[in-house]
Nanobody, 122 residues
């Protein structure tokens, strides 16, 4: 399985972007995909994920109320709608598949793609 994030770009503060995460093939029933980001010089940060039971985890405090996860099962695609973007949201954004453990732990995900760069200008 390959997961490819796309949709990043340059946006002004206060703007919006929608990221997409497409699976290259069947995910073998594992629809627990999550979004993460990594800013320069910082650790990779969990943002939000779908759970194995089809629910949604809590959002990271840094994006709560501004970002929304959604999915289109017919397209094997998960989205991250990002609104009210801030310069501190600048990072490479990744999606990955939960493999068991804690939904909030980066180490419990696999099949990381290359990521997509989001740059928010002030």
């Amino acid at each position: 399985v390959q997961l490819q994030a796309s949709g990043g770009g340059l946006v002004q503060a206060g703007g919006s972007l929608r990221l997409s995460c497409a699976a290259s093939e069947r995910t073998w029933g594992n629809n627990a995909l999550g979004w993460f980001r990594q800013a320069p010089g910082k650790d990779r940060e969990f943002l939000v994920a779908f759970t194995w039971t089809g629910g949604i985890t809590d959002y990271a405090d840094s994006v709560k109320g501004r970002f929304t996860i959604s999915r289109d099962n017919a397209k094997n695609t998960v989205y991250l709608q990002m609104n009210s973007l801030k310069p501190e949201d600048t990072a490479v954004y990744y999606c990955a598949m939960f493999m068991g453990g804690s939904y909030y732990s980066v180490r419990d995900y696999d099949y990381w793609g290359q990521g997509t760069l989001v740059t928010v200008s002030s």
